[in-house]
């Protein structure tokens, strides 16, 4: 099965700081998905790659799979509180989407920006 | 537009006490279904999906059962809880190509003592 790793597991900036979280698939990553959730809150979708060197941007977050298509970062500039929380990233196991949405989700990583 | 309903918000059942949380879905038909768990506010792990009334399968092994009676009613059951059944529940559902990944609901938190 796959497995996603990510790092760090936990991250502490202040307010202003840039930062890049990481996830490293042990197989190839057909489907990447980046999440944000606030404690105690469910899962909000941020972005999904899909080719290999893909990049894609949405306010100050880009988030980028290499070109081997195992490791995926998201990066955040000049952090504020409001990007606080956990951010996870979830795989789709099988190639084509046909695992029925079945995603493999990494450990996860709290972000804390202290203003 | 497609919303998700969870509940409830929090519960707090004593070991051995049945379970039962639900999920719907509105604004879409024959969605796959997810029931996740998620520990200590880190990974999630897939518990149940279905792709359709009355199709469950099952990720783990557990003391846990799902049931889908209608086409937008995802219900996640047990008839006794252990303590290592706490834990946050998301239920999510998907349709077609993963393009925007899953949606999912707002969670339970489920304490058993």
């Known amino acids: 099965s796959q497995e996603l790793e990510q790092s760090p597991q936990s991250l502490i900036v202040q307010e202003g700081k840039n930062l890049t979280i990481n996830c490293t698939s042990s197989?190839?990553?057909?489907?990447l998905y980046w999440y944000k959730q606030k404690y105690g809150e469910g899962l909000i979708f941020l972005m999904m790659?899909?080719?290999?060197?893909e990049e894609k941007s949405h306010e100050k977050i880009t988030a980028k799979l290499d070109e081997k298509k195992q490791q995926s970062s998201l990066h955040i500039t000049a952090s504020q509180p409001s990007h606080a929380g956990i951010y996870l990233c979830g795989a789709d196991p099988l190639a084509g989407g046909t695992s029925y949405g079945k995603l493999t989700f990494g450990q996860g990583t709290i972000l804390t920006v202290h203003p | 537009s497609q919303t998700i309903h969870q509940w409830p918000a929090t519960l707090v059942q004593p070991v051995g006490s049945p379970l039962s949380l639900e999920c719907t879905v509105e604004g879409t038909s024959n969605p796959n279904l997810y029931w996740y768990r998620q520990a200590a506010g880190r990974g999630l792990q897939l518990l149940f999906y279905s792709v359709g009334i009355g199709q469950i399968s099952s990720e783990v092994p557990q003391n846990l059962s799902a049931s889908r009676p209608q086409d937008r009613q995802f219900i996640l059951s047990s008839k006794k809880l252990l303590l290592s059944d706490s834990g946050f529940y998301l239920c999510?559902?998907?349709?077609?190509?993963?393009?925007?990944?899953?949606?999912f609901g707002s969670g339970t938190r489920l304490t058993v003592v």
């Open positions: 197989k190839t990553l057909y489907g």
């Open positions: 790659l899909q080719k290999g060197g």
């Open positions: 999510a559902w998907s349709f077609g190509p993963l393009t925007e990944g899953y949606t």
